[in-house]
């Protein structure tokens, strides 16, 4: 059996994407390993939004081809958003690379690797000879609005085999694609050349999955899409040869203009959560990510406000709080709207946390830029922000219309001064929860020892030194007895620590729903006190 080493870059569309890989090539046999040096077949699931985020894929095949060059008969293959990106160049350059695999061709990884190990000594070919392959440039805008009529990437999401022991916070946790691509052009960012033309999926294959899911014991699901309120499927419209419904190519913006709230032609975002929420009663949470700022209409935050298990929480990228910025940026809406938007969401959902993404030092940010995007942080109650120095990107509008002028030492200065500013923000945001009860979904230990726990490990430590091993293997046995800190998130997904007795009782909780009482607080995290493990 030929085992496999797979590592993944990226958002959480690629976490879920390696998922999907694993899953497949698993049931046709393969095996899996955690480490590297164990795999004759190593493959990256790479990512290509930040040049940082490039190089550290780089430097992987770096490493790899030094194996190869030593005469260890590997077979090294890049999925994933570098692989449409850089396509074939990098195959060029990069001689140990046998196979290229873009996020559209997923499904016929399994074809691939065995093309590349038929042909090189893996597959025992008498003459040593190695055949390279690549597939990639299939989500190249119009091939991918040709194919999202075939079911192929379909079925890669429908045949799942979802192995709680490995879901991504092995906390019954799971992400449920319901979009594909982005239409949206923002001038800064490679995932509409890389993922291609949005592709909604059908809303019954995403209610499916979703109960298939919640049948394997998963209780909270995370619906992923670049932009997930635009989501929309028209019925009626395009079907398979089977006569089941088909993914479908986005409508287009104009189609959000004057909503009809019932109309039983189309299935907008809202009802889509809707569905979920009501078709599926044993998830006991559902998120989405990630939002964007327009078109986010007021019928999915009444969806969300009527509806107890669907997540307070919304992630909605603000990206700069310049008018001026943004217009370059062609995010196509200005800090007033964000605005408007962010106080209706607060409105309806006076608990929702908002979570947010910054560039700072696009092209042409001026100081006034910058004050202009913290004053924008001050105004809204973030309760994260992730805070990116912008990265020229090949193939983006930004690249070739701008020069990258803001040098790197003021990047690092605003990058910095945001993140004391956001800190301060979150701090106040999660001070407001002391004193209330959250619902916390439990997902892992933590490393840190509860005080006192911490305080009785150093004095064992100090025995273990004077007496040697047998005291340090009773301080090991005492460790399961100790008090464990654990962590989870609330349903606005605020992260949330609180010891339990020890670790047993630790791992029985993971993956369950506890009642803790707020006690404390952070920029990041609320501290409580277990109530009740539901
Ligand atoms: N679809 C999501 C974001 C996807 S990319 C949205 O529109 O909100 C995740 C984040 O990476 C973006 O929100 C942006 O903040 C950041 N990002 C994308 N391209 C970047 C670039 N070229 N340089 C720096 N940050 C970038
Ligand atoms: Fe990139 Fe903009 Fe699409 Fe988000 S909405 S993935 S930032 S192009
Ligand atoms: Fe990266 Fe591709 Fe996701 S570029 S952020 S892995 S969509």
């Known amino acids: 059996m030929k085992t496999v080493y797979l590592e993944t870059f990226g958002c959480q569309m690629n976490e879920l994407d390696s998922e999907l890989v694993r899953g497949h090539l698993e049931s046709i046999g393969y095996g899996f390993t955690s480490r590297p040096d164990d795999a004759q077949i190593l493959l990256f699931n790479t990512c290509s939004v930040r040049e940082h985020a490039e190089s550290k894929a780089y430097s992987r095949l770096g490493i790899v081809g030094k194996r190869k060059k030593s005469g260890e008969e590997l077979v090294l293959g890049v999925l994933g958003c570098m692989a449409e990106r850089d396509g074939v160049d990098m195959l060029r350059r990069y001689p140990q690379v046998d196979l290229l695999c873009g996020p559209g061709e997923l499904d016929k990884l399994p074809m691939l690797i065995d093309n590349v190990a038929r042909t090189s000594s893996l597959g025992d070919d008498p003459t040593g000879e190695h055949g390279r392959v690549a597939l990639a440039g299939s989500t190249s805008r119009r091939s991918a609005a040709l194919s999202a009529t075939k079911d192929d990437l379909e079925t890669l999401d429908l045949a799942r ?138 019928d999915v935050l009444a969806v969300m406000a009527s509806r107890p298990r669907i997540c307070r929480y919304l992630h909605v990228p603000v990206q700069s ?6 217009k370059l940026m062609n995010r196509g809406y200005t800090v007033e709207e964000y605005l408007e938007f962010t106080d209706r969401v607060l409105a309806h959902l006076p608990d929702a946390s908002i979570a947010g993404d910054i560039i700072v030092g696009f092209p042409t940010e001026t100081d006034e830029d910058f004050e202009a995007t913290k004053s924008l942080l001050r105004r809204v109650p973030f309760k994260n922000n992730f805070i990116f120095k912008y990265s020229p990107r090949p193939g983006t509008a930004a690249i070739s219309r701008f020069d990258d002028d803001v040098p790197e030492a003021v990047k690092k200065l605003r990058n910095n001064e945001l993140l004391a500013l956001q800190a301060e923000i979150g701090a106040a945001v999660h001070a407001n929860w002391i004193g209330r009860e959250v619902d916390v979904l439990v997902e892992r230990k933590t490393n840190r020892r509860p005080a006192d726990a911490h305080q009785r490990s150093s004095a064992d430590a100090r025995v273990s030194l004077g007496v040697g091993l047998t005291a340090h293997r009773g301080s090991e046995a005492d460790a399961r007895t100790e008090p464990v800190q654990v962590s989870g998130r609330t349903k606005g997904d605020l992260i949330t620590v609180f010891d339990v007795a020890d670790a047993d009782s630790a791992d029985a909780m993971i993956g369950r729903i506890a009642r803790v009482k707020v006690d404390g607080s952070g920029p990041l995290l609320l501290r409580g006190r277990l109530l009740e493990t539901g």
Do not use: M
């Not at 052009?185 to 909604?200: I, K, L, M, N, S």
């Not at 009809?260 to 998830?283: C, S, Y």
């Open 161 to 298: 085999a979802f192995d709680p022991d490995r879901a991504t916070s092995a906390a019954r946790s799971a992400y449920v694609r319901i979009t594909r691509g982005c239409n949206k052009f923002c001038t800064y960012c490679v995932v509409p050349h890389t993922r291609g033309a949005e592709v909604h999926r059908p809303p019954d294959s995403i209610v499916e999955e979703c109960r298939r899911l919640a049948r394997a014991g998963v209780i909270e699901v995370t619906l992923l899409g670049q932009t997930v309120n635009h989501y929309r499927y028209h019925h009626g419209v395009a079907l398979t040869i089977d006569g089941r419904e088909s993914p479908q190519i986005g409508p287009g913006l104009t189609a959000f203009r004057n909503e009809p709230l019932e109309d039983d032609d189309v299935t907008t975002f809202a009802r889509l959560l809707a569905r979920i929420h009501d078709e599926v009663p044993e998830l006991a949470r559902i998120r989405f990510l990630t939002s964007y700022p327009r078109d986010f209409g007021d």
């Open 321 to 326: 709080g310049s008018n001026r910025i943004l």
